[in-house]
C-alpha cells in the first residue's frame, strides 16, 4: 500500500476514482486515414453526454507492437498530435493515448491529458519515469505477465518520479498460449494500492499471437459485454472500451473492438449494475436507467 496516493485522479475536467461516477475510456484502436477518428470521437461525446458518464478519448497514433510488419501502424507521432489537438478544440473532450518510447512523453503531454503505459511496458523503469515527469497523471496497464499486487511497485514508482496521478489497468493475463484470463480479484486487489482501477473490456478478449503461420491477432468480441458487467460488479472505477463502427473493417484490433452502435446498450447495463453496488452515487443513474 502507497501512502498518500492521489485518490480520484484529475484528469483534465474530470476525477477518476473513489466516490466518482462510472468513467469511460474509449475511441478507435489506431487513427485510421480520413475524418473516422474525429467520427467516432463526435459520436462517443452524444452518447455519453446522453447518459451522464464521464468520458476520455482514446485513440493511438502509432501501433508499435503490431503482428506483422506489413500491419498498419498509424499515422505517426506529429500527425497525431494535431488529431488529439482537433478533438480536444472541436469536443471538449479530455484525450488519453500510449507511449512507447521515452522521447514520446514530452510532447504527447502537450495534448492529451492522462498518459498510457502499455502492458507489456509496465515494468519499465524509464519509461514510467519519463511519462510522470511531464506533469500529466499516468494509466499503466497491468502487464499480462504480472499479479496485481505487483502492480504496487508501479504506483510506488509513478509517485517517487512526481506522477500527480496513477491509474492502473486490468487487461487479462496470460493462460498458456493465445490465451488470456480475467481474475476479477484483480479489480480490488489493485485498488489496494491506493489507486484508481480501469477494466479493459476489449482487450481482454484478445486472442493474443497470430496462430500457425497467421499475421494478425484474433479475438472473441462477443465476450466484451460479459466481461465489462463483470468488471464494474466486482468494483472498477472506469471501463476501456475500443469501439469501431465496423470491426470487421478495422485496420488494427477489429476481433476484439466493441461494435459501436452496442456501445450505449452496454453502458446503460453497466450504470444499472454500479447503481445496485453503489446506491450513493446517483448522479448517473437518474438519466441513465
Given amino acids: 500500500m502507497v501512502d498518500s496516493i492521489p485518490n480520484p485522479v484529475t484528469v483534465g475536467r474530470i476525477k477518476i476514482g473513489k466516490g466518482q461516477p462510472l468513467t469511460l475510456i474509449a475511441g478507435p484502436c489506431v487513427m485510421e486515414p480520413g475524418d473516422l477518428t474525429m467520427r467516432i470521437a463526435s459520436r462517443l461525446v452524444k452518447i455519453c453526454d446522453a447518459l451522464a458518464v464521464p468520458l476520455v478519448f482514446k485513440a493511438s497514433y502509432d501501433k508499435a507492437n503490431r503482428t506483422s510488419v506489413a500491419s498498419y501502424r498509424g499515422p505517426g507521432l506529429d500527425a497525431g498530435m494535431k488529431v488529439f489537438a482537433r478533438i480536444k478544440a472541436e469536443t471538449g473532450l479530455q484525450v488519453t493515448t500510449d507511449i512507447h518510447e521515452t522521447h514520446q512523453a514530452a510532447p504527447l503531454a502537450e495534448v492529451v491529458d492522462l498518459l498510457q503505459v502499455p502492458a507489456f511496458l509496465a515494468r519499465q523503469t524509464d519509461l514510467l519515469e519519463a511519462a510522470a515527469r511531464t506533469g500529466r497523471p499516468v494509466n499503466v496497464k497491468k502487464g499480462q505477465f504480472m499479479a496485481p499486487w505487483d502492480m504496487d511497485n508501479v504506483v510506488t514508482k509513478l509517485l517517487a518520479f512526481g506522477a500527480p ?47 500457425t503461420g497467421g499475421t494478425t491477432t484474433s479475438g472473441q468480441r462477443e465476450m ?40 450505449e446498450p452496454l453502458l446503460r447495463v453497466c450504470l444499472r449494475i454500479r447503481q445496485a453496488i453503489e446506491p450513493g452515487l446517483t448522479e448517473q443513474s437518474g438519466r441513465a436507467l
Fill in 165 to 211: 496521478g496513477a491509474i492502473l489497468t486490468e487487461r487479462g493475463t496470460t493462460f498458456g498460449y493465445g490465451r488470456l484470463v480475467n481474475d476479477f480479484r484483480a479489480i480490488p486487489q489493485m485498488q489496494e494500492t491506493g489507486a484508481p482501477v480501469v477494466f479493459d473490456a476489449t482487450h481482454s478478449v484478445q486472442l493474443p499471437g497470430a496462430g
Fill in 224 to 263: 466484451i459485454p460479459t466481461l465489462a458487467r463483470a468488471a464494474v460488479a466486482a468494483g472498477c472505477d472506469a471501463l476501456f472500451v475500443e469501439v469501431h463502427p465496423d470491426p470487421d473493417k478495422a485496420l488494427s484490433d477489429g476481433p476484439n473492438s466493441l461494435r459501436l452502435d452496442d456501445l
